[in-house]
C-alpha cells in the first residue's frame, strides 16, 4: 500500500472497536498493523470537486502556489483570510484535521475549501488515538472526536486530476513505545499529488509531509520513496512539491542558514536527493526560519527553516514566507505560509 489512488466521496470515522484494540496491551507493530488494514480511509483518498473549476489560467500562464503546514487547521476564518489574501491557484496543506475534537469536530479542509468556490483532495496520515499532544490532551479533556483524522491536502478551484496519495515511510513511529495516555497514533508520513491543467499545460502539485521524529537520513529514504513514485506516475510533467520537510539539523542562526542555503545536502541529505533528481529550491524559497511561536509560548525560539517548495520544469519567482496570523497579530499555526509564483519553463531531463 505504498501508492494509494483509489477515491472516496466521504471517509468514514474510525471506528470505536479499532480504538480500543489499539489502546489495549502492548503498542507492537503487529498491533499497529492490524488496526491500521482495518481502517479504510488509509486505502484511498477523499475527494470533493470544486463546483466550477476553472478552465484558464492567470496571463501568461502563471501559476501561484500555496504551502502551509496549518497546524490542525482549527482556525477556520483566519485561515481562509489568510489565503483569500494570495488568492493561490493551488494551496499544498499539511495537518489538517477532520472530526478532532480539539479542530471543533469539523471537516476542516471542506470548511476551508467551499466557501472559496475551491475542490479538494485529502489523504489520511494518522488516526488518532487521543485528543492529540499534551496541551490539547489538557485543553481538551472530556471531549471525543467524531472522527479521529489528521492528514495532508491539496486545495484548488482548478479540476484535480488522477489523485494519488504515497505512503513515505513503514509507520508506526507514532505508536510503536507510545503508552495509552500518549499521543498513540496509527498511520504514517505521506504526500498527496494531483494534477491540474490539460496536456502541455498541466502540471502535478504535491503537498510532502517528513517525519519530524527521525534523522536526515530517514528524510532522504522519504524524499526517495516519494521521487520515485513521483517519476513513476507523472512523467515528464512539470512538478511542484510543497509542504513540512522537518529539515530541523539546519542552522537557526540567519547568516548560518543563508551560507549553506544553496547546498543544504551535508546537514540534510534529502537536498542532495531532490537536486539529482532534476529538482530546486534556490529560486522557490527565502533562507529564513519558518516556524513561529504560538499564543501559549510555545515552540520557542530560535527556529530554522523547515518548509520547502521543490519544482522541477518549471521556472519559480516572488517567493515569499508570509505571517500565519489573524487580525490581532495572533499566531493561528506554528509555522508559517509559503508562497511562490511558477510558469512552465521546459520538459524536465532527469534519470
Not at 479504510?40 to 489560467?57: H, M, S, V, Y
Not at 504535491?206 to 517519476?231: C, G, K, M, S
Not at 551560507?259 to 540534510?268: A, M, T
Request: glycine share 8%; aromatic share 8%.
Amino acid at each position: 500500500m505504498n501508492l494509494i489512488d483509489a477515491v472516496v466521496s466521504r471517509f468514514e470515522p474510525l471506528r470505536a472497536e479499532i480504538i480500543e484494540i489499539a489502546q489495549s496491551g502492548t503498542a507492537t507493530r503487529e498491533r499497529h498493523d492490524a488496526c491500521l488494514k482495518a481502517i479504510p480511509a488509509f486505502a484511498t483518498i477523499e475527494q470533493n470537486p470544486a463546483a466550477e473549476p476553472l478552465t484558464t489560467r492567470r496571463a501568461g500562464g502563471r501559476i501561484i502556489a500555496f504551502s502551509w503546514n496549518a497546524e490542525r487547521l482549527k482556525y477556520d476564518l483566519a485561515s481562509r483570510a489568510l489565503m483569500g489574501a494570495v488568492a493561490p491557484d493551488v494551496a499544498l496543506l499539511t495537518e489538517v484535521d477532520i472530526g478532532m475534537a480539539r479542530s471543533g469536530n469539523r471537516h476542516t479542509v471542506r470548511d476551508l475549501a467551499e466557501p472559496m468556490g475551491a475542490g479538494f483532495v485529502y489523504a489520511l496520515e494518522f488516526a488518532e488515538l487521543g485528543l492529540g499532544d499534551s496541551r490539547e490532551m489538557e485543553w481538551h479533556k472530556g471531549d471525543v472526536n467524531t472522527f479521529g483524522y489528521h492528514g495532508n491536502a491539496i486545495v484548488s478551484r482548478h479540476a484535480l486530476d488522477e489523485p494519488f496519495a504515497v505512503r513515505l515511510d513503514d509507520g508506526a513511529h507514532w505508536f510503536i513505545g507510545f503508552e495509552a495516555e500518549d499521543q498513540r497514533r496509527i498511520g504514517f508520513r505521506n504526500a498527496i499529488a494531483a494534477r491540474i491543467g490539460e496536456g502541455d499545460e498541466s502540471l502535478w502539485c504535491v503537498a510532502a509531509h517528513f517525519e519530524n521524529r527521525a534523522t536526515p537520513d530517514i528524510r532522504a529514504d522519504q524524499a526517495r520513496r516519494l521521487i520515485q513514485a513521483l517519476d513513476e506516475r507523472t512523467g515528464d510533467h512539470p512538478i511542484v512539491i510543497g509542504g513540512d520537510f522537518n529539515t530541523s539539523a539546519l542552522p537557526t542562526d540567519p547568516s548560518e542558514l543563508e551560507r549553506i542555503f544553496n547546498d543544504p545536502s551535508p546537514l540534510e541529505p534529502m537536498f542532495a536527493v531532490f537536486r539529482e533528481a532534476g529538482f530546486e529550491w534556490q529560486s522557490s524559497n527565502l533562507p529564513e526560519p519558518s516556524c513561529r511561536t504560538r499564543p501559549d509560548g510555545t515552540p520557542v525560539a530560535p527556529f530554522t527553516k523547515i518548509d520547502w517548495f521543490f519544482t522541477r520544469g518549471l521556472e519559480a519567482s516572488d517567493p515569499a514566507t508570509l505571517p500565519a496570523i489573524d487580525a490581532e497579530g495572533q499566531a493561528i499555526s506554528d509555522h508559517e505560509a509559503l508562497r511562490v509564483t511558477l510558469s512552465i519553463s521546459k520538459r524536465p531531463s532527469h534519470a
